[in-house]
Nanobody, 122 residues
């Protein structure tokens, strides 16, 4: 079992920054990739970024590449998503997820957090 708890969402103006956190717990958490997905109203959940537990492997959606950075702190069992130069189209509920392999397909993720709302005003 892996438990995931997100935090750090909020309201920000376009061009601003936010940092999301995902605290992971569970005795096998180091076996999982940790990923961020997002879902805007009326849209399908989409992949944002992923990182393996060593941090040597990361992957980003084209829409966020160069603006978002995923990182992790193994001592705190926490994964972060630093989001810079935010745009109104980044508005969504952001979810942390854990999967046994790196995947952009949300259906392959085994565990999910509750989500945190990010709203970017124009």
């Amino acid at each position: 079992q892996v438990q995931l708890v997100e935090s750090g969402g909020g309201l920000v103006q376009a061009g601003g920054s936010l940092r999301l956190s995902c605290a992971a717990s569970g005795r096998t958490v180091s076996n999982y990739y940790l990923e961020w997905f997002r879902q805007a109203p009326g849209k399908e959940r989409e992949f944002v970024a992923a990182i393996n537990w060593s941090g040597r492997s990361t992957n980003y959606a084209d829409s966020v590449k160069g603006r978002f950075t995923i990182s992790r702190d193994n001592a705190k069992n926490t994964v972060y998503l630093q989001m810079n130069n935010l745009k109104p189209e980044d508005t969504a509920v952001y979810y942390c997820a854990a999967g046994q392999s790196l995947s952009r397909n949300y259906e392959l993720m085994g565990y999910w957090g509750q989500g945190t709302q990010v709203t970017v005003s124009s």
